[in-house]
């Protein structure tokens, strides 16, 4: 009897290691559609937090990657609006990059899927919004131009994302690795 609740016990723990790589899977997966996939690595830290009774990972560990994701959806809701603005757009086209980023997500994803559509949603919803807010005080090329740094500036922001959740999955995963 003793043995089968010893390995139920190291079978849940197997699962409860299982699901934090799955987290961590899924949100590299994610931040490559520019979905904060770095929230999900906290979820698998504050988890692998409780199962390793805060050895490691500890407190200071998932402080700091609160830290980070709160840094990294700051950065993304202001890249559409600095490529923008970069480029010589007005303040208001900037704007118009985020919704035009958040509109196109959706649409996207309706239309392509939820995975290439929504990448190539946004990058579209952007361009479109800021060049029809631009072209209206300026010439077409250069309205187009300051819609590319809005398309510009979101791939930035797909690739730092993809970067830190990547730093993060390695963080969390080789420091499980080492510690157990």
Not at 138 to 162: C, F, N, T
């Amino acid at each position: 009897m003793e043995m089968l609740l010893n390995f139920f016990q190291v079978a849940g723990v197997g699962v409860v290691y299982f699901l934090i790589v799955l987290l961590c899977l899924v949100a590299l997966v994610l931040s490559c559609v520019s979905i904060s996939g770095t929230w999900l690595i906290l979820i698998a830290t504050i988890i692998a937090a409780i199962l390793q009774s805060f050895s490691f990972p500890d407190w200071g560990t998932i402080i700091v990657f609160l830290v980070i994701s709160g840094l990294v959806e700051f950065a993304e809701a202001m890249a559409g609006a600095w490529g923008v603005t970069k480029r010589g757009g007005s303040g208001f086209a900037g704007f118009m990059a985020i919704v035009g980023g958040l509109l196109g997500m959706v649409a996207g994803s309706f239309i392509l899927g939820p995975i290439i559509g929504s990448l190539l949603g946004m990058m579209a919803g952007s361009f479109l919004l800021v060049f029809l807010v631009e072209r209206k005080r300026l010439e077409s090329a250069q309205a187009v131009d300051i819609a590319w740094g809005a398309v510009i500036a979101r791939v930035l922001i797909v690739l730092l994302k993809v970067m830190v959740t990547l730093g993060m999955v390695i963080f969390l995963l080789g420091g499980l690795i080492v510690t157990h």
